[in-house]
């Protein structure tokens, strides 16, 4: 059973940053795709960004040039790192993993428990 935990989240003034990790185990491949959704206050869970096997990536507009994700397949883990954070990117950030390229939630077979991000005015 794969199962990803995040961890790094926390409170942050505006144009901070914010490194969260995700951590996979119990038989995740190193070929799966490993993404980030976050899910703010009366929103909707929506796509942050992913990375492949190989490093390729793909970002919401809304995060372009502020956020980087990155993995290590060795040690089969991934990072968010976050940067010049806005109070609208307030919101639970989950860690996902699937087989394939999407940015549709539904599509990811496994989820972590996610991790609160709190921007501050």
């Known amino acids: 059973q794969v199962q990803l935990v995040e961890s790094g989240g926390g409170l942050v003034q505006a144009g901070g940053s914010l490194r969260l990790s995700c951590a996979a185990s119990g038989g995740f491949l190193s070929s799966y795709t490993m993404a980030w959704f976050r899910q703010g206050p009366g929103k909707e869970r929506e796509f942050v960004g992913y990375?492949?096997?190989?490093?390729?990536?793909l970002y919401a507009d809304s995060v372009k040039g502020r956020f980087t994700i990155s993995r290590d397949n060795a040690k089969i883990s991934g990072n968010l790192q976050m940067n010049s954070l806005k109070p609208e990117d307030t919101a639970v950030y989950y860690c996902a993993a699937r087989l394939g390229l999407s940015s549709g939630s539904d599509e990811y077979n496994y989820w972590g428990q996610g991790t609160q991000v709190t921007v501050s005015s």
């Open positions: 990375i492949n096997w190989s490093g390729r990536t």
